[in-house]
């Protein structure tokens, strides 16, 4: 999807965004996480100790793309990422898999679908609500952080020994526009 279409996209479905924020009003306090949550440890690594960290990389986001566009770490390497979105969207940094990327896009499909992510704004209230079911919208995993055009903000991850990881955008369309680099071990 091109970020025309993509803007085009957001700005409709903010309108429905309102409906829910209304009928969504008071109780809130979700306590739930949005499900994209277990089995992120193996695969990946796990969440790394800023002061076990071997360097720190700074990343940069822009519209569509990252910079820089693939990294090299050591088999059980701790990194302190500095991600910053340089963009004028949305942005996600993500380390996962390709498939963890998958099923988070679906997830974040829906953030866009409930006016949480609108092109380049990000309305953090409402992924604290609860969404009827004891669970809200939080974007928290250790693995990822969610930004808006300008904002920073620091990713420590100590990765697993090998295998097939990337970062990764899932906010719609990104991905598929080239999104995501990859991890390799050297
Ligand atoms: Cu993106």
Known sequence: MSASKFLVAAAAISMSATAFAAGA???????????????????????????????????????????????EVKPGETVRFVVQNKGN???????????????HQKEMMMMVEHGIIQGG????????????????????????????PGQSREVVWKFSDKGDIEFACNVPGHYQAGMYGEVDFD
């Open 25 to 71: 009003h008071g109780e809130g306090h979700g306590s739930g996480r949005s499900g994209h949550g277990g089995g992120h440890g193996a695969a990946t690594g796990e969440p790394g100790k800023a002061s076990e960290a071997s360097r720190t990389i700074t990343v940069e986001m822009h519209d569509n793309y990252y910079e820089p566009d693939s990294i």
């Open 89 to 103: 969207l949305v942005h996600e940094f993500n380390i996962g898999t390709p498939a963890m990327h998958e099923a």
């Open 121 to 148: 704004t990000l309305n953090r209230d409402m992924m604290e609500m609860d969404m009827g079911n004891g669970k809200a919208m939080k974007h928290n995993d250790p693995n990822s952080v969610l930004l808006e």
